[in-house]
């Protein structure tokens, strides 16, 4: 096997939300700026079955449209294309949300309708999981979850049943800040990471639990909260950890669209938890790239990301994970 890649230190760590895919930074531009051929463009182009880059994609183009009305006219001019459709369906759910944080929280019938717009999507575009995953995210917003949610996740996982997003916005759903609590979100969490195929990023998703745990106790108690001592370290916090390096990392042949992001969790799960040897391996495999959470939930998160990248970095070689049967 080649030797761990080994990084330089250097100054400030990088911040692209489009994670290096400069087709889709462009088409965000573009849908700003009122133009939308550009997203025509990229999302007809997908391989079949492709379902990872195109939710990375629809994701951030909805972002970029939802304050403008860009999408809506890409739909008014041709109400049958399926991308168009996918692509409105999420704009809207993303401004619901947006709505929503103001304090203008919908009526079930907004939702209702934001929820049909979704459904048509999933009509038009009857093999595509995403149409699902706007309605698995919309869900969160129903003030007792919606009824169903549970037929959307069985039509979702039918199209696609390890889908990065989907299972991101389950977790949400099943956080005490909505629908759930601390112990469903990490049981929801472990059951997907134990049943992940070998090399997905899906073993992650404990250590998005785990922080998202955090964030939601430290905000309502403190950094001080009782039970938080171990929060990071516990004897199942690293098992988790290094269940992921063992079926990931050390067969992460795939790059998936929000690897960064799936990493920078990873390496701040590896940190926190004293395993800096560990952490200096997935550092070297972001090769700087950062994203503002988790590590923000305990501070500047800039200056948290350089301050461990450089402490892992004086840990000695890179630890490599094992791989199964070693």
Same mark, same amino acid.
């Given at each position: 096997? @080649? ?11 990088? &911040? ?14 573009d849908m700003v700026? $009122?133009?939308?051929? +550009? ?19 629809? /994701?951030?183009?909805?972002?970029? #449209?939802?304050?403008?009305?860009? %999408? ?27 709505? #929503? ?43 007792? $979850? ?11 996982? @039918? ?6 997003? #989907? ?15 601390? +112990?469903?979100?990490?049981?929801? =969490?472990?059951? %997907? =990471? ?27 108690? +403190?950094?001080? @909260? ?17 269940? =992921? ?10 790059? &998936?669209?929000?690897?960064? #992001? ?8 590896? %940190? ?5 040897g560990q952490a ?16 923000? &939930? ?7 990301? %350089?301050?461990? /990248?450089?402490?892992?970095?004086? @840990? $000695? ?10």
């Amino acid at each position: 096997m @080649a030797p761990w890649p080994r990084r330089r230190r250097s100054g400030a760590p990088v &911040y692209d939300q489009a994670f290096g895919d400069r087709s889709l930074e462009q088409c965000r531009q573009d849908m700003v700026m $009122g133009r939308w051929e +550009g997203a025509r463009d990229l999302l007809a182009e997908h391989p079949p079955g492709d379902w990872d880059r195109r939710a990375h994609r629809i /994701r951030l183009l909805a972002d970029a #449209a939802a304050s403008r009305r860009t %999408v809506d006219v890409w739909y008014a001019a041709d109400p049958t294309s399926p991308d168009a459709a996918v692509l409105r369906a999420e704009t809207e759910v993303m401004r619901t949300f947006a709505a #929503a944080r103001s304090g203008a929280m919908p009526a079930n019938d907004s939702l209702d309708q934001v929820a049909g717009l979704c459904l048509r999507a999933g009509e038009l575009a009857p093999e595509d999981p995403y149409p699902y995953v706007s309605l698995v995210t919309l869900a969160r917003l129903y003030e007792r $979850g919606d009824p169903n949610m549970g037929h959307w996740w069985k039509e979702l996982r @039918a199209r696609d049943p390890h889908h990065r997003e #989907a299972h991101h916005q389950a977790l949400r759903y099943l956080s005490p800040r909505w629908h759930g609590s601390n +112990g469903e979100a990490n049981n929801f =969490a472990w059951d %997907v =990471a134990v049943y992940a195929p070998v090399g997905s990023p899906l073993v992650v998703l404990p250590q998005v639990a785990r922080a998202e745990q955090y964030r939601h106790q430290t905000e309502a108690e +403190g950094r001080t @909260a009782i039970g938080l001592a171990y929060h990071w370290s516990g004897d199942r916090a690293r098992w988790d950890l290094r269940n =992921a390096l063992d079926h990931w990392i050390a067969h992460r042949t795939v790059s &998936y669209a929000q690897d960064v #992001a799936d990493l920078n969790y990873l390496a701040h799960g590896l %940190v926190h938890a004293g395993m800096e040897g560990q952490a200096a391996a997935v550092f070297a495999l972001l090769d700087n790239r950062a994203t503002r959470v988790p590590w923000s &939930y305990s501070g500047d998160p800039e200056s948290l990301f %350089v301050r461990w /990248r450089d402490k892992a970095a004086e @840990a $000695g070689p890179p630890v490599k994970p094992r791989t199964s049967g070693a």
